[in-house]
């Protein structure tokens, strides 16, 4: 059992995402008390961000950056800006390399996080108020995001293995799920024949790396997440989200919930009702819950 939340504001704006997604996942936090995480859109940087996970122990980070440092060096990043907090490390670089190749390469001997212009992925052990207090997620202001509270299952509860996930090799793409799927190493068998690589052993990963392998072949947001749900068995409600779009599928037997809420102004999905009703005290909301075997995205 965990929990998932997302937002989006349809118009142009600064929104305070980071606390509307610590209310909403603050609603649902019974349904995953080991970690949580967000994913967050911004305004586009000019230069490529990205971030790290590395340990607390001081030596053992001094360590951990300085041999993150030394892999941007080998692909001529040339590191602008650092900052390091909790567990997380997180540089701004100029880079105009192959961006799958490099980010390939990094993996292989850090733990990446994200990469992008628009989107940071922040997340930790512990309840999402706790990981604010930590990374101020509270502050940050843009345009939409996802998030996730994790009991851990398939995996151990480590930050790495936290949700958002976000795909090698494709940046500014994520991914939050709630569910499991069945045909998880035959579909990840398939992919790692094509080069794709895989750093957990959570499936989840590779909702994330099959969704952006759709979009990098050209499909649209909607037509990846039809395909998602004939090619993925299991039980599964996952939410996506791009620079300009978020997006849910549910498996067609419909056995992990979700409900959305809709107006003019924004679109907010989540595991439970409870995590709409933080965004509106006191007020009765006219949610939906998604029918089985369905999807649908929204754009800004």
């Not at 001081?58 to 390091?84: G, V, W």
């Not at 992919?191 to 690589?197: A, H, I, V, W």
């Not at 068995?233 to 978020?246: A, K, M, Q, R, W």
Request: glycine share 8%; hydrophobic share 40%.
């Amino acid at each position: 059992m965990c929990g998932i939340a997302g937002v989006l504001y349809k118009q142009k704006g600064a929104y305070n995402i980071g606390k509307t997604l610590i209310d909403m996942l603050d609603g649902c936090q019974h349904r995953g008390p080991d970690s949580t995480g967000f994913a967050l859109y911004g305004d586009a940087k000019e230069l490529l961000q990205l971030r790290f996970i590395v340990p607390t122990e001081e030596l053992a980070r001094k360590k951990a950056i300085e041999n993150i440092t030394t892999l941007l060096a080998r692909h001529k990043a040339s590191i602008d800006s650092e900052q390091s907090v909790g567990c997380s490390y997180q540089v701004s670089v100029n880079f105009d390399g192959d961006l799958l190749e490099f980010t390939k390469d990094i993996e292989e001997h850090a733990k990446l996080v994200c990469v992008g212009h628009t989107l940071d992925i922040i997340k930790d052990d512990g309840t999402a108020k706790e990981v604010d207090q930590t990374y101020r997620v509270s502050d940050f202001v843009g345009s939409h995001g996802i998030g996730h509270v994790r009991l851990a299952t398939e995996s151990a509860v480590r930050p790495e293995a936290a949700h958002p996930f976000w795909a090698t090799g494709f940046e500014d793409i994520a991914i939050v799920h709630n569910g499991q799927l069945t045909n998880y190493w035959k579909m990840r068998r398939r992919l790692e024949r094509r080069g794709f690589t895989f750093h957990t052993d959570n499936d989840s990963e590779l909702v994330a790396v099959y969704l952006a392998d759709k979009l990098a072949q050209g499909n649209t947001l909607e037509n990846a997440l039809e395909t998602a749900i004939d090619d993925m068995d299991g039980t599964f409600s996952f939410l996506v989200s791009t620079p300009t779009e978020i997006g849910y599928a549910k498996d067609h037997l419909a056995a992990k919930p979700m409900v959305l809420f809709e107006n003019d102004d924004m679109i907010a999905v989540a595991s439970e009702e409870v995590s709409l009703n933080r965004l509106f005290p006191g007020q009765a909301l006219n949610s939906t819950e998604p029918a089985p075997g369905t999807y649908r995205t929204w754009s800004l």
